[in-house]
């Protein structure tokens, strides 16, 4: 009797114990979906009419093929999802749908070269939406496969490049955790596992290997070299601790910021205080070239996000004024809103904004600290520029504090221009030079070429700010008027708004 009784308590504890860590795990998992973007309500983009079929955009002005200047009066013919024929006196065959396109610039469809579309398929539209037609997700996960079948099938989406989950090296628990939470994140703690990976990750078909800055020098080296036997590029971060030396020998053929230099420099100088800033910049005005020349020399691309870096100051001591100049509506408010799992966007949880911002002082050490963290990159971006370094656009669209996707990207050419990058440069950058970076047979208006396209109102190569005046955009053989694109927009923030636990009407205008 007394044994039959102990039997049932040890069952009785058994049970409530699993029981404790389903409860845990599927806790944990929501959290996680709703940071990711998971939870909020998926837009059903079959209900937005495009029109498909062969295409003519009439009387038209084009940018050139080296994005120097615009070809007036053009007619432009697309077909199967290429372009057809462009020329001033082409005749449209019957079955033809016309634009009239008198008065309006036509570019090429733009490209977010950094980018983290997460669980959230909503920002595929939000890209479509701005006018951006092909992106590169910097921590691939399986469903991002299944959302670039769909829009290669005929969804509603760009095209999209599909880069590895980020690879660390950390140690401890916590990362393994993570790793079983976040599929996007995946440790690995020896180089004979991170050589697996990369055979991994090559056979599953991501297109390339993203490392980040949390690798030791032994598994970076191992990853780079295994990368380099089987031929699949190694893109991101350049771990912490190693130099430009250590990069150019490893094989890795793009950066993922223009910080991942800056960072590395500011190492080998040996750290920066609030005293020394403006040696900092006088070491790296008389480095940056040398670094450009050799960064050419080995062909490495680096994509840019530059405007982050300009605005985490203002949201460090200045949130709720930061927010209002974005569109914080459209931002998936499972990131937006944070959990327990991870910080969110707003005051009192946001990654950027200090504790400590009631004390002027740290105030004015972190603003002459970012200043001059700005103004490296700015050196550094002219550098590279001058050297003929391909500088990629990206923006790093939800994967840091403030970065909305699509809007974003907007948001980054302007920063360019601010840098010193002429418009035909900066539109190089979003166009032609990410899509070869990315093997893509777009980014530039020619006979053969993939008809990604946006009509704009305005002239970009007059102000950059124009690429804004979206009239209409065409991707993988869909046109969508101003009309539809608006639709997208208002929809998105219908499910975002259903979708809230929290109402952020005081931060948005
Ligand atoms: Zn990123």
């Known amino acids: 009797m007394k044994y039959t009784s102990r039997k049932k308590w040890i069952l009785g504890s058994f049970i409530g114990l699993a029981a404790v860590i389903i409860a845990v795990v599927l806790f944990f998992r929501y959290e996680v979906d709703h940071i990711l973007g998971g939870n909020t309500e998926v837009v059903d983009a079959s209900q937005f009419k495009t029109l498909s079929g062969p295409l003519a955009i009439t009387n038209t002005s084009i940018l050139s093929t080296d994005s120097e200047s615009m070809q007036v009066n053009q007619t432009v013919l697309i077909k199967d999802k290429k372009i057809e024929s462009i020329g ?6 019957d079955n033809y749908h016309v634009i009239d396109g008198t008065g309006q610039y036509l570019i090429p469809g733009l490209v977010d070269s950094h980018v983290h579309i997460k669980k959230s398929k909503n920002d595929l539209l939000l890209f479509v939406a701005n006018g951006i037609t092909h992106i590169g997700e910097m921590t691939g996960m399986k469903e991002h496969f299944q959302w670039s079948e769909e829009i290669k099938g005929g969804s509603l989406g760009p095209d999209i490049y599909i880069a590895s989950p980020k690879i660390t090296s950390l140690k401890g628990m916590r990362p393994t955790f993570r790793s079983w939470f976040e599929k996007r994140h995946q440790n690995y703690t020896t180089p004979l596992d991170g050589r697996e990976a990369v055979r991994k990750y090559n056979s599953l078909g991501y297109d390339a290997i993203k490392i980040s800055s949390d690798l030791s020098a032994e598994i970076y080296f191992a990853i780079t070299d295994e990368a380099k036997k089987i031929g699949i590029p190694v893109i991101g971060h350049l771990p912490v601790g190693l130099g430009m030396e250590d990069l150019y020998k490893s094989g890795q053929s793009q950066l993922a910021h223009i910080t991942s230099i800056t960072q590395s420099i500011m190492y080998d100088f040996g750290g920066i205080s609030s005293k020394n800033y403006k040696d900092f910049l006088d070491y790296l005005e008389r480095n ?8 050419k020399e080995k062909n490495i691309v680096i994509s840019s996000t530059v405007w982050l ?9 200045n949130l709720p004024d930061f927010l209002k100049t ?27 904004e200090d504790p400590s911002n009631i004390d002027p002082e740290s105030k004015r050490l972190s603003e002459v600290y970012w200043q001059n963290y700005v103004e490296a990159e700015h050196i550094m971006t002219r550098a590279l520029l001058h050297n003929g370094v391909t500088i990629t656009a990206g923006t790093d669209a939800n994967g840091a504090c403030g970065v909305i996707p699509g809007f974003s990207l907007h948001d980054e050419l302007e920063s360019l221009s601010e840098v010193g990058l002429s418009n035909a440069q900066i539109l190089h950058t979003a166009t032609l030079a990410p899509a070869k970076w990315m093997g893509s047979n777009a980014g530039k208006i020619e006979v053969g070429y993939k008809a990604d396209l946006v009509l704009l109102k305005k002239n970009p190569l007059e102000n950059i700010k124009n690429t804004r005046t979206i009239n209409a955009v065409i991707t993988n053989g869909k046109l969508l ?6 639709k997208i927009l208002q929809s998105i923030k219908e499910a975002n708004n259903k979708s809230r636990k929290i109402n952020i009407d005081a931060f948005t205008n």
């Open 481 to 486: 008027d101003r009309a539809v694109l608006d």
């Open 326 to 352: 974005i569109n914080l509506e459209y931002m998936n408010p499972g990131w937006v809103e944070g959990s327990i799992v991870s910080r969110g966007w707003l005051p009192g949880n946001n990654s950027y």
């Open 288 to 295: 940056s070239d040398s670094i450009a020349i050799k960064l």
């Open 88 to 93: 001033r006196d082409i005749s449209i065959p």
């Open 309 to 317: 870096h300009g605005t985490i100051h203002k949201q460090g001591y």
